[in-house]
Nanobody, 125 residues
Framework: QVQLVESGGGLVQAGGSLRLSCAAS????????MAWFRQAPGKEREFVAV????????NYADSLKGRFTISRDMAVNTMYLQMNSLKPEDTAVYYC??????????????????WGQGTQVTVSS
């Protein structure tokens, strides 16, 4: 069982920045990739970004590309999401996810095996 723990959420004004972290309890290199999803109240879980662990390949939701940057620190089994130019519509619970193997599109929540508890990001106007 892989445990994922998110941190770094909080309250920030529009235009500000936050950096989220997701620490894995086991060697992340054993996983295919790790991703960030977010979910606002009353909405479906939404893909944010993904990073393939072994080679660092990244992909982003089109609407977020250019503002968000996903990265990893292989030495400490941790993934990060740098969020810049935050907007009120970015307000959501942000979830860390991981999957063991490649199984098609990285944007589908159902394809991920492990999930963190989420960290709240609130962007005020």
């Amino acid at each position: 069982q892989v445990q994922l723990v998110e941190s770094g959420g909080g309250l920030v004004q529009a235009g500000g920045s936050l950096r989220l972290s997701c620490a894995a309890s086991e060697r992340a290199a054993s996983l295919y990739d790790m991703a960030w999803f977010r979910q606002a109240p009353g909405k479906e879980r939404e893909f944010v970004a993904v990073i393939t662990w072994i080679n660092g390949f990244t992909n982003y939701a089109d609407s977020l590309k250019g503002r968000f940057t996903i990265s990893r620190d292989m030495a400490v089994n941790t993934m990060y999401l740098q969020m810049n130019s935050l907007k009120p519509e970015d307000t959501a619970v942000y979830y860390c996810a991981a999957r063991r193997n490649y199984s098609g599109s990285a944007t589908q929540p159902a394809l991920y095996n492990y999930w963190g508890q989420g960290t709240q990001v609130t962007v005020s106007s």
